[in-house]
């Protein structure tokens, strides 16, 4: 099995501890590739839309987002996490994610997402963890990713792993304990199912590259719904 973990910060502090003891439950059968945010992409997206113009080959962070893209289309497990920042995810995760808005099902979303499995580790001091989780959700769902797993914790009045209570470890611990034993009986041979709420996202985006590809046959998003053939009668999860 392959992973390819999205860290949405480079501190080892305890999305890290949480993030880590979720992956000691899967290591002895993973092939683990990680990133750490903003390392592995520093800059901000410019909005320059040259990726919506079909040539994502050119953006100035083309170096940083294709090493993470083939990473994120090799593996069979993606793990993004994130601590919550004023409820929502970190300024680096929103910034990597950003550079993906190609990728959304309205424009050219990547085959291959329809039968990922994702999973997101989050935590945050009293609230803002799900919503910082909704702001990952968001953008994986939209790729086509339907098997998303969100794994949410509260800290409630301490942020320093080692003054924890011993009590509060343990919780956390089996939680992510047993949510990697799910994972682990998983059979990655066959790609997961693609959702009700996929398909109606993709159909009705196919009913809007139509519309736009008898106005425009060149226009990109359509050209490349068409060549995939999912104008027609094929569906990326088959």
């Keep these: 099995m392959k992973i390819t973990v999205v860290n949405g910060t480079e501190k080892h502090g305890v999305t890290y501890r949480l993030k880590e003891i979720f992956l000691d439950g899967l290591r002895d059968q993973a092939d683990i590739t990680e990133f750490y945010l903003p390392k592995d992409c520093p800059n ?6 040259t990726c919506f113009h079909g040539d994502e080959n050119k953006c100035k962070d083309a170096e940083y987002i294709q090493k993470i893209e083939r990473a994120l289309l090799e593996a069979d497990l993606l793990i993004f996490t994130s601590p919550a920042y004023v409820f929502h995810a970190t300024g680096a995760m929103k910034a990597m994610l950003d550079h993906f808005g190609y990728r959304w099902m ?5 085959k291959e997402m329809f039968g990922k499995r994702a999973v997101i580790i989050t935590q945050c001091l009293g609230a803002g963890g799900k919503s910082a989780a ?3 959700k968001d953008s994986l769902s939209w790729w086509g990713i339907s098997d998303i797993r969100v794994l949410s914790f509260k800290l409630m009045s301490e942020i320093h792993w080692d003054k924890i209570s011993e009590k509060k470890k343990n919780q956390m611990t089996l939680k992510l304990v047993n949510a990697a034993g799910k994972i682990k009986r998983i059979d990655f041979t066959k790609p997961a199912r693609t959702g009700f709420i996929t398909k109606c996202k993709f159909y009705a985006v196919r009913m809007l590259q139509s519309g736009l590809g008898k106005d425009n046959p060149e226009y990109t ?12 009668k094929i569906r990326p999860w088959k």
């Design 134 to 136: 909704k702001d990952i």
């Design 44 to 49: 901000f997206c410019t909005g320059c839309i």
């Design 106 to 110: 309205p424009h050219r979303p990547a």
């Design 221 to 232: 998003d359509y050209k490349y719904w068409k060549n995939n053939g999912w104008i027609d």
